[in-house]
């Protein structure tokens, strides 16, 4: 029922009686809650929900990532809320020595003009390019 944490949840289910049983102890359950309470409380409200780009330096880390991301996407379709997939659609990535230098610090990633100080958060000027792009796609929900 629960593969590590995730959770389990059902694309077509909108009664009370399931969102009242969701497991909010798992990432579906506690992710579709919060979907279902934001368009219920918040009706006509503009929502979104933005995936981050790459990060982390670990297979599994990564590879756990793309399981959750993959599942809030799901949720966030059932519950008709826009998503910005930075992970799959950005051009990002932690892996790429343009982007980041793993033989160099946080700071001199970040004086060098890198996108990423760690792997894992990005730069200034990670930021700086990024920034305009989650703002330009808040403009259209």
């Not at 880390?61 to 991301?69: S, Y």
């Amino acid at each position: 029922n629960v593969d590590g944490g995730i959770g389990t949840f059902d694309a077509d289910d909108f009664s009370t009686e399931y969102i009242a049983a969701l497991d909010k102890n798992t990432f579906s359950g506690a992710l579709e809650y919060v979907f279902y309470k934001m368009v219920t409380v918040w009706k006509g409200k503009h929502i979104g929900y933005i995936i981050p780009q790459k990060m982390g330096t670990g297979s599994a880390a990564v590879a756990g990532r793309i399981l959750f991301f993959d599942r809030a996407r799901e949720i966030a379709a059932k519950w008709g809320i826009p998503v910005i997939d930075l992970w799959n659609d950005y051009y990002f990535n932690w892996r790429l020595a343009a982007h980041y230098d793993p033989s160099m610090s946080a700071e001199q990633n970040n004086a060098a003009g890198n996108l990423y100080r760690d792997g894992q958060h990005l730069t200034d000027t990670g930021y700086a390019i990024q920034s305009p792009v989650i703002a330009e796609w808040m403009k259209g929900i």
